[in-house]
């Protein structure tokens, strides 16, 4: 069971380039989000998902889109990526809102 | 939406010493409180859990009370160990299509 797969671990890319972080579970959880986090300021939510076919913007999602075509795939694309965009960003999936979330091993991006 | 704050935002304690975590939330329909370890490099996970029919749990070491007239829950870590050191996130939820709200994070230094 692997959980949680977020691909790929650590990325640079050049401003405005764009790229697509992956995000896969195994569960059938139908909650996925995204989240990036930067220092002092927690895990901040940029897009989420109830189901597939289903998604809606959280506290950040400028700069970002999703979609959820299937309920194992949630990837986050970064249309022309910004420094402001440098952070680790974090994948979860839960089987309701008012459960445990799982979480990816994280990305780790950056923007020169 | 939800708004949660958590305090402190560091705590340093020597070893063998209690450490606790405070978190607010401002949605009174929120029922579901978990607390997240973030170990340095690592993904957040899950270690103890509350939902609102239910004032303290306990797991060993860890225990988190909830006052909902207060709207304020917290964590405490008794007998701290130097592997205890690492950031812990609380959240809240409301359940439904809502996804948790995280707070900032505490960065907890357990020093030897």
């Known amino acids: 069971n692997a959980g949680v797969t977020q691909t790929p671990k650590f990325q640079v890319l050049k401003t405005g380039q764009s790229m697509t972080l992956q995000c896969a579970q195994d569960?059938?959880?139908?909650?996925m989000s995204w989240y990036r986090q930067d220092p002092g300021m927690g895990l901040r939510l940029i897009h989420y998902s109830v189901g597939a076919g289903i998604t809606d913007q959280g506290e950040v999602p400028n700069g970002y889109n999703v979609s959820r075509s299937t309920t194992e795939d949630f990837p986050l694309r970064l249309l022309s990526a910004a420094p402001s965009q440098t952070s680790v960003y974090f994948c979860?999936?839960?089987?309701?809102?008012?459960?445990?979330?799982?979480f990816g091993q994280g990305t780790r991006l950056t923007v020169v | 939406g939800e708004n949660v704050e958590q305090h402190p935002s560091t705590l340093s304690v020597q070893e063998g010493d209690s450490a606790v975590i405070k978190c607010t939330y401002s949605d009174s329909a929120s029922n579901y409180f978990p607390w997240y370890k973030q170990e340095l490099g690592k993904r957040p996970q899950l270690i103890i859990d509350?939902?609102?029919?239910?004032g303290e749990k306990k797991d060993q070491r860890i225990a988190v009370t909830l006052n909902k007239t207060a709207k304020h829950f917290s964590l405490h870590i008794t007998e701290t160990q130097p592997e205890d050191s690492a950031v812990y996130f609380c959240?809240?939820?409301?359940?439904?299509?809502?996804?948790?709200?995280f707070g900032r994070g505490t960065s907890l230094i357990v020093h030897p």
């Open positions: 509350i939902r609102s029919n239910v």
């Open positions: 979860a999936s839960s089987y309701a809102t008012g459960n445990e979330a799982f």
């Open positions: 959240a809240a939820s409301r359940g439904g299509s809502y996804i948790p709200t």
């Open positions: 569960m059938n959880h139908e909650y």
